[in-house]
């Protein structure tokens, strides 16, 4: 069982920045490949970033330029970098962790991008 908690959410003015961070649970971390999703009010939910367990990083056309994804093996961490947010961003945040065969997620964590 993997338990994820994100932290770091909250409300910005549009062009500011937010990190997000996820917290992990399990001894097999480094070998998870872990991502970033999130859900707008009435819409589906959506990949923002992933990276793997060998670092490799992916990105939704709408982060690319903008979001960097990064993870802390040794504290067993993950992290969203978000820049330039605009309102369009308003979302509930969820980490995503995949491995042997199973995703997990976290409660997530509301980021709002408002004036």
């Known amino acids: 069982q993997v338990q994820l908690v994100e932290s770091g959410g909250g409300l910005v003015q549009p062009g500011g920045s937010l990190t997000l961070s996820c917290a992990a649970s399990?001894?097999?971390?480094?070998?998870?490949?872990m991502g970033w999703y999130r859900q707008a009010r009435g819409k589906q939910r959506e990949l923002v970033a992933t990276?793997?367990?060998?670092?490799?990083?992916g990105y939704a056309e709408s982060a690319k330029g903008r979001f960097t994804i990064s993870r802390d093996n040794a504290k067993k961490m993950v992290y969203l970098q978000m820049n330039s947010l605009k309102p369009e961003d308003t979302a509930l945040y969820y980490c995503?962790?995949?491995?042997?065969?199973?995703?997990?997620w976290g409660q997530g964590t509301q980021v709002t991008v408002s004036s």
């Open positions: 990276i793997t367990s060998d670092w490799s990083t």
């Open positions: 399990g001894s097999a971390f480094r070998f998870y490949g």
């Open positions: 995503n962790a995949y491995w042997a065969g199973v995703n997990y």
